[in-house]
């Protein structure tokens, strides 16, 4: 298979992991904040609504500094650090006891995040030029798909499993994108990617 072909397809499995991963938190949020000693429907929105809308804040604010260290380090250190950031950050939140703590691992998943765009870039480039609307087509139907399935599927595992389980489980089928994707490239980056994405965890771990 010739390599473009390969990235794609890798692409569009990674892209709906991801995708599913975000998604599925949706039904459930709620019902965990009940479990950590919310009450009241009033107080179960606002924390609901903070955890949700604190990921895609921080995710607007963010984009410009991920999409300079891409630039400089390469499009796949990119993609490392976001599967493997939003993977690690769905778990932490398993182990949680507090709504704020819950909103602060969301605060920092969307630090980490930004999978999506960088597959974007990875394929426009190296996607033949009389191919590319077709691969940025089947992206955007892979993440749709994932967006779509994940608060079906989340919801289920959640009522089977249990919620904590849920967010492990997620996080592990979303670090699984790591796995697919070509190491080469970002051994020179793995200081900088230890620094910006570890500390944060090991300080959320501590605080939560």
Known sequence: ?????????????????????????????????????????????????LATGATYIIVCLAAPFW??????KGRKITLIRSSFGMALCNALIAFQTTPEG???????????????????TLIASETPIERTGWALGLLAS????????????????????????????????MLGAIRNIDFDDWTEGFPAFL??????????????
């Open 1 to 49: 298979m010739e390599t473009w072909k390969r990235t794609v397809y890798i692409s569009l499995v990674c892209v709906f992991c991801t995708a599913f991963g975000v998604s599925q938190l949706a039904p459930i949020l709620p019902l965990y904040f009940h479990d950590l000693g919310v009450q009241t429907p009033e107080a179960m929105s606002l924390w609901s609504g």
């Open 67 to 72: 999409g300079r260290v891409a630039d400089k």
């Open 102 to 120: 819950v909103v602060l691992i969301r605060l920092i998943q969307g630090l980490v995040s930004g999978f999506y765009s960088a597959s974007i």
């Open 142 to 173: 892979a993440n749709l798909a994932g967006s779509l399935i994940g608060p079906l599927l989340g919801g289920y595992i959640a009522d089977t499993v249990g919620i904590r389980n849920d967010f492990i489980i997620v996080g592990a089928l």
């Open 195 to 208: 620094v910006i994405v570890l500390m944060p965890f090991t300080y959320s771990i501590a605080n939560g």
